[in-house]
């Protein structure tokens, strides 16, 4: 169902993805080179290239967690770099092990809350919110930002992963279940374990989870890791005048109003700040009308909205 059909869905992925044994290492070798030493820190910054992209790759088998685990250090002792750079990278792969682990002992983690309570939690069922998130256009900059990263790339970074999954979860009150099968249909990452696993994690219904009552704020999180609105203003150009702040979340009239009805009885939230076209690696729009041309046709699937 998701193969290409009239239009191919992964228009433009090339030029991010070089899928194979090779391209793995290569990447691998890259990273290494010129991004582990300073990954404790580029790490949560989604403007900088400071992660190893090598999850596609992990998830297809095209490199393994073990040649992943050594190489780092191996690299930081025969080039003289730190082995705390290297630690702070393979404590993330760890995340991966934990997860498989998870899913391995609990192979319902896929679709039942591990945390029996969240079972009668009273989530909302508005499919028009939903489809506003999975589009990019709830108006918060660094949602809309990491979903159109998604959608363009189908890759996105993981600490926007964190921002966007709180937001469909603690803001809008929809299902977990709802945003993971988003994920699942659209990164070319999606590993049935580490996406399961991170949106239990964030939901709070996970093992190890984030508590239920800490909620990612959206705007302090802008300001915090893209500070200088570098990766808004990349996937939501052109803003006008004023998109410093907007990128940075700073916009009163618009992240000061909560969810709120507007125009014509859709449900948006401050959809007036990307009233201006879009803009992806194909060009203005071409992302958004892209997405809009699957979503008609059911291409892709969706909790509850075929
Ligand atoms: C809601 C949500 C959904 C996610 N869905 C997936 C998914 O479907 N597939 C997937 O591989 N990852 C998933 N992640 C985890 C993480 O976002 C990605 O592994 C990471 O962004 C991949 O980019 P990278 O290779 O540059 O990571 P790096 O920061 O370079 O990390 C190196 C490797 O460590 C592992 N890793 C890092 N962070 C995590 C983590 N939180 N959980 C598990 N493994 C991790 C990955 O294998 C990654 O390739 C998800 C995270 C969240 C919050």
């Given at each position: 169902?998701l ?6 869905w ?16 290569d ?22 290239a400071?992660?190893a ?7 297809f088998g ?9 190489w ?5 002792r025969?080039?003289?770099?730190s ?6 990278f ?7 092990d ?40 709830t ?8 979903m159109?990263e998604?959608w ?31 994920f699942w ?9 580490n ?6 994690w964030v939901?709070?219904?996970g ?15 802008g ?10 203003r990349?996937?939501c150009?052109p ?10 979340g700073?916009?009163p ?16 939230f401050?959809g007036?700040?990307?009233a201006?076209?879009?803009q ?11 997405l809009?041309?699957?979503q008609?046709r059911?291409c892709i699937r969706?909790?509850g909205l075929?």
């Amino acid at each position: 169902m998701l193969l290409p059909q009239e239009t191919s869905w992964a228009e433009g992925f090339e030029q991010n993805w070089q899928p194979g044994e090779t391209g793995a290492r290569d990447r691998l070798q890259d990273f290494l080179d010129n991004a582990l030493a300073r990954y404790g820190t580029d790490r949560d910054r989604p403007a900088t290239a400071g992660t190893a992209r090598l999850s596609a790759h992990l998830r297809f088998g095209e490199i393994g967690p073990r040649q992943v685990w050594h190489w780092p250090l191996n690299h930081v002792r025969s080039h003289g770099g730190s082995e705390d750079a290297a630690w702070s990278f393979l404590r993330e792969l760890g995340w991966r092990d934990f997860n498989h682990n998870l899913l391995f002992h609990r192979p319902e983690m896929p679709e039942r809350n591990l945390k029996q309570p969240f079972d009668s939690f009273p989530w909302r069922d508005d499919r028009n919110d939903f489809k506003a998130w999975s589009r990019g256009e709830t108006g918060y900059p660094i949602v809309d930002a990491g979903m159109r990263e998604l959608w363009d790339t189908g890759w996105m970074h993981n600490r926007v992963r964190m921002i966007t999954a709180s937001f469909l979860i603690k803001h809008l009150l929809l299902p977990w279940q709802w945003g993971e099968a988003w994920f699942w249909d659209t990164l070319v990452d999606a590993d049935l374990a580490n996406n399961t696993g991170n949106w239990q994690w964030v939901a709070g219904s996970g093992a190890d989870a984030a508590p239920y009552f800490r909620i990612f704020n959206p705007v302090l999180q802008g300001e915090k890791f893209d500070s200088d609105g570098a990766y808004v203003r990349r996937l939501c150009a052109p803003l006008g005048s004023g998109a410093g702040r907007i990128a940075a979340g700073l916009c009163p009239q618009t992240l000061g109003s909560a969810v709120r009805s507007s125009g014509g009885g859709r449900r948006h939230f401050g959809g007036e700040l990307f009233a201006a076209p879009r803009q992806s690696r194909q060009g203005p729009r071409a992302g958004t009308e892209r997405l809009q041309r699957h979503q008609e046709r059911g291409c892709i699937r969706q909790c509850g909205l075929r």
